[in-house]
């Protein structure tokens, strides 16, 4: 199978996330430090796009917006396990000669990985996901003739893939934090000239779910 590696350049067009998470090594906050034992959980909006190069006004890629959650269960003190999971409405395109038959779907999509955390602001993480779509697609753009056979992995019972993401701490304390995500969501496999990878930002506020020895910090 090829891998198109023209499929990450949306990830060029984070500077402005990047220049974000950078600049926040100069905010003083109290850093997350992971140890043994302890897990986390974050909620917050999951604001996201297929990607998609497609020109014509009707078949465009939108931006598009539902929830995310995370789970982190600390293994040491320089990685996690995680667990996520993102309820949304995924556009998937597909094109052929120049025509373009789009399909949108509520799903699940829930991903287990690793978690690395580079620095007590900056981390990391790859999970394999799963996607359940919920219900019947709706098609939102069809360029073929009536009665052709069309069709997009919307229609799937369940789909694949692997999720990139960066991770900074905006602003911490000792039970909740403020962090800002930016992941790319590659299919695996897919549809011949089918858009179906994303790529999205999450916003969260995570609490400190449990620590293994809290007594510990209590003495300090």
Same mark, same amino acid.
């Given at each position: ?12 067009? &984070? ?11 100069? #905010?003083?906050?109290?850093? /997350? ?13 999951? @604001?996201y796009?297929?990607? @998609? ?17 995370i ?8 990685? +996690? ?11 998937? #395109? ?7 038959? *789009? ?9 287990m990985?690793?978690?690395? &955390? ?8 790859l999970?394999?996901? +799963? ?8 098609i ?7 009665? +052709?056979?069309?069709?997009t ?17 905006? &602003? ?11 992941? /790319?969501?590659?299919a ?7 858009? *179906?990878?994303?790529?999205?930002? @999450? ?11 809290? +007594? ?5």
């Open positions: 199978m090829k891998i198109n590696f023209t499929l990450f350049l949306p990830m060029v067009c &984070w500077n402005k996330i990047f220049f974000i998470i950078f600049l926040l090594f100069s #905010i003083k906050s109290f850093a /997350y430090t992971a140890e043994e034992g302890k897990v986390t959980a974050a909620v917050g909006p999951y @604001f796009k297929t990607y @998609f190069l497609g020109t014509e006004p009707n078949a465009d890629s939108p931006y598009l917006g539902g929830l995310g959650l789970a982190l269960g600390d293994v040491n003190d320089t990685g +996690s396990l995680e667990i996520n999971a993102y309820f949304m409405r995924k556009l998937y #395109i597909y094109t052929q000669d120049g025509g373009n038959f *789009a399909e949108k779907t509520q799903q699940v999509q829930i991903g990985g690793y978690h690395f &955390w580079l620095s007590h602001y900056f981390s990391t993480a999970t394999l996901y +799963s996607a359940y779509p919920i219900g019947e697609p709706e939102v753009h069809n360029d073929f003739p009536q009665g +052709s056979q069309e069709t992995s919307a229609e799937n019972k369940t789909n694949y893939g692997l999720d990139f993401s960066i991770q900074a701490d905006l &602003w911490s304390n000792d039970k909740f934090s403020v962090e800002l995500a930016g992941d /790319y969501a590659l695996l496999p897919h549809k011949n000239s089918e858009h *179906a990878d994303h790529y999205g930002i @999450f916003l969260g506020l995570r609490y400190l779910v449990q620590e293994k020895n809290p +007594s510990k910090k209590e003495k300090n």
